[in-house]
């Protein structure tokens, strides 16, 4: 293993590292490995009831008639859940930050945007009686036009209640950067390359499905064991959902038996929490692994187009981004997503002239959210993606273009925040020792600190 250099960036940090570069143990390996770590689903009550959601089968369509009756003839089923149990129908994960609308309800009222959409809750003695009881369920629906493509939304006609297919910042239709002079970059560059570039929806798989349980307390109190990676988030909107003061509830939780940024939405605990208060007993409701494929939220599909002036010696002095995140049906975190990509525009390099627009779009696809790294990864692909076209039409070395473009410190980004302790020049130079490849003097003499004359 190379020895780590420490002289570098000593303005940003300490140099004594004891963790980079070494084995660390995991903190909860052992109890793991022993099997003492305890889930969510090692909890258990008695009286416990069963929750199992009757799904939509339509991508989009209105709900014309729903007769709840059938199942409650099944012997175990103990009650059915519909949206006129949800004291506060309307769900917005980011609400309490200030990001809205209001677009998603708990249980939907009249329509269905997305297939596997919940629809109604039947809670039963056994996961049996639960199952056999969504089944008995009648739903009627009047189909109406799906939209799978986000650019085919963009100018379809609204399907949402708020009137667009796409989020709305602040009055415009996506999130904007605008920094110099993009049409004269253009113009004056020796090279124009233009490319488009598109991911496809990501699951997680996570090996424990998303899941809890709801316990009533007696005493007005609720108690829900959930396997969520965001224990506030959840109490947050469990409390605006049920209307109820926020120390009603109770959330146990930290074990997570893989999430990877799939288990941030509150979709399971409200309606489990719901169905306890009503039937003063302990609810479970936890996705079968075929729902967690088909209704858990995935990384959104992104498609972009990279417009870029490149000068002969490899400076871009001009780049044009647009960008269409796919948000599915409902917004929940993909317009921070959004957000978060139109920032990471135009990548770790200094460009002169840069124009942004990302465009949060909703489509009737499964509700997309959280990932790993969300609104930077897929960006990141497109974007180095483009570096090397941009080095292979000028056969050039893809090493040497990035450290051309690289930013420095003191530069400053295309949404006017200044670079500070910038490190992908020596990142690239340790790249290149570690693989044997030997960069040119000039490359290899340069610096995160300052820009070579």
């Not at 667009?164 to 950067?177: A, L, M, P, S």
């Not at 039937?279 to 088909?294: D, F, I, L, W």
């Not at 893809?398 to 020596?426: C, F, I, Q, S, T």
Request: net charge negative.
């Amino acid at each position: 293993m190379e020895k780590i250099d420490t002289s570098f960036f000593t303005r940003e940090r300490e140099a004594e590292l004891s963790v980079v570069g070494d084995s660390v143990q995991r903190a909860d390996a052992r109890g793991h490995v022993t099997g003492r770590t305890q889930f969510y689903e090692d909890v258990s009550f008695p009286n416990m009831l069963h929750l199992r959601m009757v799904r939509s089968t339509r991508h989009h369509a209105l709900i014309k008639r729903l007769d709840t009756e059938p199942a409650t003839q099944v012997p175990g089923v103990v009650r059915v859940l519909t949206y006129k149990d949800v004291p506060n129908n309307w769900y917005t994960i980011l609400k309490l930050i200030g990001v809205g609308p209001d677009d998603e309800p708990v249980l939907p009222e009249d329509r269905v945007l997305f297939m596997g959409e919940q629809i109604c809750a039947v809670l039963a003695e056994t996961p049996q009686a639960a199952l056999e009881g969504a089944r008995r369920v009648v739903v009627e629906y009047e189909d109406l036009p799906a939209i799978f493509d986000v650019e085919e939304a963009m100018i379809s006609t609204p399907f949402k209640k708020h009137g667009t297919n796409y989020f709305v910042y602040e009055g415009h239709d996506c999130r904007r950067i605008r920094f110099g002079d993009v049409d004269k970059g253009f113009a004056d560059a020796d090279h124009i390359i233009e490319h488009r570039y598109e991911s496809s929806p990501i699951e997680h798989a996570p090996t424990e499905p998303t899941g809890c349980i709801a316990k009533p307390e007696g005493n007005g109190r609720i108690t829900v064991y959930s396997n969520t990676q965001a224990l506030y988030f959840t109490l947050d909107n469990m409390a605006l959902i049920l209307g109820v003061p926020f120390n009603k509830l109770r959330l146990i939780g930290g074990t997570v038996g893989g999430g990877f940024g799939g288990k941030v939405d509150v979709i399971v605990e409200p309606i489990a929490a719901i169905g306890a208060l009503l039937t003063n007993r302990p609810v479970k409701y936890a996705y079968s692994r075929a729902e967690e494929m088909q209704v858990s939220s995935p990384r959104a599909s992104e498609r972009l187009y990279i417009k870029d002036g490149v000068m002969k010696d490899g400076r871009i002095v001009a780049r044009k981004i647009t960008l269409y995140v796919d948000a599915g049906a409902y917004c929940r975190h993909s317009t921070y997503g959004t957000t978060k990509a139109a920032a990471h525009m135009p990548g770790p390099y200094t460009i002169p002239n840069v124009h942004v627009d990302a465009y949060c779009v909703y489509t009737n696809r499964t509700p997309s959210s959280a990932m790993r790294g969300f609104g930077v990864t897929i960006g990141d692909f497109a974007l180095e993606s483009q570096m090397d076209q941009i080095a292979r039409f000028l056969a050039m070395d893809p090493m040497e273009l990035r450290l051309v473009n690289a930013y420095r410190d003191g530069d400053m980004k295309a949404h006017r925040k200044m670079v500070e302790g910038a490190a992908l020049v020596e990142v690239i130079q340790a790249a290149a020792r570690q693989t044997g490849k030997e960069l040119p003097p000039r490359f290899a003499a340069m610096s995160s600190y300052q820009r070579e004359t």
